[in-house]
Structure formats: C-alpha cells, structure tokens
C-alpha cells in the first residue's frame, strides 16, 4: 500500500514491517549520518562525512550504503522558520536527487533547528560526565542525522505517512 507523506518526497516509500534507514544532515563542508531501525524504532550518530570542493565524499556515502543496505535515504531539509528555502534549501535537494541514483526511496524531512536539539545534547551529556571530549561540529552533524532519522520514526508512529 502506497501513501502520500506529509512532508516533501522524492519517491513514494511503500509500507515497511522492518526497514533499516540512512539519514543524512547535508551541509556543504559535513555531511552527518545516522543509521535507523523501524524494528527497535531507534536511531543512532554513525559518521561525519567531509564535503571538499568536489562535493561530496560519493565513494564514503556509496560504502555505507553497501555496507547498512538501507531500505530508505533520509536528507534533511533547512527550512526557515516561516517554510522559506534558501540557498542550503537547493543544494540539500540537489545532493537528495543524487541520492536517487541509488534506486533507494529518498525523502526530504523537515530539519528545523535539529542542529540546535543536537548542540545542547552534547553538551548535556559532556556536562554529566558522559561524553568527555569537547563538542566538535562534525560530532554535531552526526548526531542531527540521528535526530532526523528519529523525526522520520516518530511521525511514522503518529500516521504522517
């Protein structure tokens, strides 16, 4: 059975009982991953990937497509505050069309202030003891991939698929 979701797609994802997912907060210098689980409906930071003049790291993205064999690619969407798009806005859809090459089900999820959510837990854990080392932009981007991925898990749980 196929549904329309409720926030931009790529390509129409069918139901999944049990589906492993790749989400990625793309930005034009990191690109965060996280991997994801409609089983344990969990989420967690896997890398941070480097974008160079060349964009990005095809090959890195390529292994780890092979290596999680995702049922679906995540890629998140800076949006505005007000739903506006901005420059970020293009290039995150242009990387989710490449994307698309892999003949896996992308979606776009709206990432709005995932980065903040993903700073103040960080620093939340290093603060009790639970992280030692400082917090790193790249350690950020992973772990807003994981929230991104999270988001994607939640709102299938409330219907919005």
Known sequence: ML?????????????????TLLAFDFGLRRIGVA????VTHSARPLTTLISGDDGPDWLAIERLIDDWGPDVLLVGLPLSSDGSESDQCRAARGFAAELGDYDIPVQLIDEHLTSAAATDLLREARRRGDRQNRVRKGDIDAVSAALIAEQWLNERDLGHN
């Open 3 to 19: 549904r329309e979701l409720s926030y931009p797609v790529l390509l129409v994802m069918p139901e999944f009982h049990s589906a």
């Open 35 to 38: 991997v994801g689980q409609t």
